[in-house]
């Protein structure tokens, strides 16, 4: 079960950064970004593979910058990629802030 507290401080890292379904800007801190992350991958379908520009086109809905957003997604371990082709990782799968922060001290 998720703390609510933690549920509620990224429901408020959302409201600062989204404008209805529009982000505003990328969030700086690492924390705030994988908040942002987690909300726009959702924004893709489980089991369904996608082009790079399928991809662009959907990240485009939320941002102009889809080139850093679809990097971003691969470095936090969302999305994978493979020959040119893009899938969201199930969330059991999505690393903690905890991990992502070990592996790029690494």
């Not at 969302?78 to 199930?90: K, S, T, V």
Request: a positive charge.
């Amino acid at each position: 079960m998720r703390n609510v507290k933690i549920e509620a401080w990224e429901e408020k890292v959302l409201k600062n950064y989204l404008d209805g379904t529009r982000l505003i800007k990328i969030p700086a801190s690492r924390k705030k970004r994988l908040v942002v992350l987690r909300w726009l991958i959702r924004k893709f379908e489980q089991e369904v593979t996608y082009t790079e520009r399928q991809v662009n086109e959907i990240i485009g809905r939320h941002h102009c910058d889809h080139a850093t957003l679809r990097r971003e997604l691969i470095g936090y371990q969302l999305m994978e990629r493979e020959n040119g082709f893009y899938w969201r990782l199930p969330a059991c799968l999505w690393k903690s802030e905890t991990e992502i922060m070990r592996q790029i001290e690494l």
